[in-house]
């Protein structure tokens, strides 16, 4: 009777308990690879074009939710595959979106014909700048659909849909939403 009993409570065998922590490993990177890819993903801010919102070599999280399952709004801060270098992240804000006519005036954004109010440029102006090569931009300017059209908050040193034109939503990877590192700059973006 001991015997058997003594047979219940054997441990499981190295063999077995390396099987297991593989087994875990590989759920826990699937599960990782899964979140990353459908929900949310880490990117570092690459350029000034943002700041004072968000600061160069700042991380952020952005989530893919809203761009899967709904349009992008003006306003919203979002990160993209930069137009002219695909392999490149760029993250700017959704100024006018397909349909809205965007004008540059005085320094001042109108949007449909209304001064955009734009507490984040902290006063920057914003004027035209020369466009690339294959660009031709003239405003008024009238977003074509399934576009955005994007710009940095730091507008005196941003290379945005003023030089690129407007991009395609398709090339939207998430909207941000939160400064993670360094940890004096952790915060919600909007």
């Not at 999280?61 to 399952?69: G, I, N, V």
């Not at 005036?105 to 109108?110: A, L, N, Q, T």
């Not at 209304?114 to 031709?136: K, R």
């Amino acid at each position: 009777m001991d015997s058997g009993r003594h047979a219940e409570f054997q441990r499981p065998s190295i063999l077995r308990r390396f099987f297991s922590f593989v087994v875990m490993v590989v759920v826990v990177l699937g599960c990782a690879f899964l979140i990353r890819t459908y929900v949310c993903e880490p990117f570092e801010v690459p350029s000034a074009s943002m700041e004072e919102t968000i600061m160069t070599g700042d991380y952020i999280f952005a989530e893919k939710l809203s761009y899967q399952f709904g349009e992008p709004e003006q306003g919203d801060i979002a990160v993209f595959a930069d137009p002219q270098i695909p392999s490149r992240t760029l993250v700017k804000r959704v100024i006018a979106t397909e349909g809205q006519t965007i004008n540059l005036v005085d320094g001042k954004v109108y949007v449909d014909g209304t001064e955009l109010p734009e507490f984040y440029t902290l006063g920057q102006p914003t004027y035209p700048l020369s466009t690339a090569g294959n660009v031709s931009i003239s405003y008024p300017y009238t977003i074509p659909e399934g576009c955005v059209w994007m710009m940095g908050d730091n507008r005196t040193n941003s290379l945005d849909s003023r030089y690129f034109g407007p991009i395609d939503e398709d090339t939207l990877f998430g909207k941000a939403i939160l400064i993670y590192w360094p940890l004096n700059d952790i915060g919600l973006l909007n």
